[in-house]
């Protein structure tokens, strides 16, 4: 990995202000690979594509790449160094303010073809990327992150220990730890140790799109406190009396005495529903 040879050949400092730790083991980066699972058939968008040593490996296996990167100074580095490239597009911009079906040339919300996702995502912006990209009507087939160990941990959580980020990852996808990443692997070196998380995103969602808001109304209700028993945290964060909560509960045979963090993603369905037929 020539990482730091390339910070010094640009004149580059990385910015902590924008999360930049870059990759510098050879052998992660065969692991995110290996974990995506690229075909010369694959469309491929890259998040924070950086130095594009990860864009360059993506671009010698798949069909098309779409890199994105936030920083102008690392857009310009991409650019020479994939020049080469006539598969790869940089694109500058923020993945939060960007539309990610005409970066993959989604035809009425459709991509015209399954693309996957790989990012090395910063750790303050990894809720929100995930958001963004798991509630787009062009989804993706699968997505490849590197985020913060403990993240990474909570989006693979079991019922028991979910929190609202594993039900709202979990909803649309499931979520594998693929490795364990020490801090030592990237320039400059973090505070805490990384993991490469694998989503197989779900072709059938388990709700119809226009459900999707008022189920998650229903799954931050019962996170909004809790340490409390789940039938008066869903009554404080529904505005409903104690009294209206028990019948759902009963109906979807969730026992109210239970946290939200012991319930899966199916029994959060059921909840919607039984919320649903009560409010009706």
């Known amino acids: 990995m020539n990482t730091k040879a390339l910070l010094r050949e640009f004149d580059l400092r990385p910015l902590k202000g924008l999360g930049q730790n870059f990759l510098v083991?050879?052998?992660?980066?065969?692991r995110i690979l290996t974990a995506a699972e690229v075909s010369p058939q694959d469309v491929v968008l890259e998040v924070g594509a950086g130095l594009g040593v990860l864009t360059r490996a993506l671009a010698e296996r798949a069909r098309r790449v779409v890199a994105v990167e936030v920083d102008p100074r690392l857009v310009k580095v991409l650019r020479e160094r994939l020049s080469e490239f006539s598969n790869t597009e940089v694109v500058p911009g923020d993945i939060l303010a960007l539309d990610i079906a005409q970066l993959i040339h989604a035809v009425d919300g459709e991509p015209t073809q399954p693309y996957k996702v790989?990012?090395?995502?910063?750790?303050?912006?990894?809720?929100?990327?995930?958001?963004?990209?798991?509630?787009?009507?062009?989804?993706?087939?699968?997505?490849?992150?590197?985020?913060?160990?403990?993240?990474a941990e909570r989006i693979v959580a079991v019922p028991g220990h979910m929190s609202l980020l594993a039900v709202s990852v979990q909803f649309y996808g499931q979520p594998s730890l693929v490795?364990?990443?020490?801090?030592?692997?990237?320039?400059?070196?973090?505070?805490?140790?990384?993991?490469?998380?694998?989503?197989?995103?779900?072709?059938?969602?388990?709700?119809?799109?226009?459900?999707?808001?008022?189920?998650?109304?229903?799954v931050r209700a019962g996170f909004g406190q809790r340490r409390k028993q789940l039938r008066n945290a869903l009554a404080h964060g529904l505005q409903l009396p104690v009294e209206r909560i028990s019948e759902p509960l009963a109906r979807s045979g969730i026992d109210g005495r239970r946290r939200a963090e012991t319930l899966s993603v199916a029994e959060w369905v059921a909840l919607y529903h039984a919320v649903n037929v009560v409010e009706a």
Not at 185 to 205: E, G, K, M, T
């Open 25 to 30: 083991d050879r052998g992660v980066l065969e």
């Open 118 to 151: 790989v990012a090395n995502i910063p750790y303050y912006i990894t809720s929100a990327v995930l958001r963004h990209i798991l509630e787009q009507p062009s989804k993706p087939v699968l997505m490849v992150l590197m985020v913060q160990r403990e993240v």
């Open 179 to 218: 490795s364990r990443v020490s801090a030592r692997c990237f320039h400059p070196i973090p505070n805490v140790d990384s993991a490469i998380v694998r989503i197989d995103v779900h072709r059938q969602l388990p709700l119809p799109r226009d459900s999707i808001e008022a189920f998650f109304q229903v």
